[in-house]
């Protein structure tokens, strides 16, 4: 049975204490990028002209999946991030998830209900 050293061990500590760094900063971008995105699909830039106030109210479309966009709206991304790693982690497959078109619907499920 191979042992190591106190000092291999601590090595080792410190080279995945790293890598755990490393993947939250590349997790903390990718939200934030998400965000960005999110947000500029939300607010187009302002027209130059101001805009006419019309009689009535224009009804809005129904949207197919736009459920998920005021659910991501109203979370605090940021204080989630900090409190509880596998929560965060959880989440941020979720998120990924949800952002392919193509995703597992079942596999999702099954994400959130681990989350509980």
């Known amino acids: 049975m191979n042992e190591y050293s106190l ?3 601590k ?7 790293r890598r755990v760094r490393e993947m939250q900063q590349r997790s903390k971008q ?8 999110m947000e500029n699909r939300a607010h ?3 027209a130059p002209s101001p805009p006419q106030k019309p009689d009535k ?3 809005t479309p129904a949207k197919k999946h736009g459920g998920g966009l005021n659910f991501l709206k109203s979370l605090d991304l940021k204080q989630l991030i900090g ?3 596998e929560q965060t982690m959880l989440l941020l497959l979720i998120l990924l998830l949800l952002s392919d078109d193509h995703s597992d619907d ?3 499920y099954a994400l959130l209900y681990i989350m509980l």
């Open 7 to 9: 000092s291999q061990i």
């Open 11 to 17: 090595n080792m500590q410190e080279e995945a204490t």
């Open 30 to 37: 990718k939200v934030e990028q998400t965000n960005r995105q």
């Open 44 to 46: 187009p830039p302002a």
């Open 57 to 59: 109210p224009v009804p």
């Open 83 to 85: 409190e509880d790693s």
């Open 106 to 108: 079942f596999l999702i």
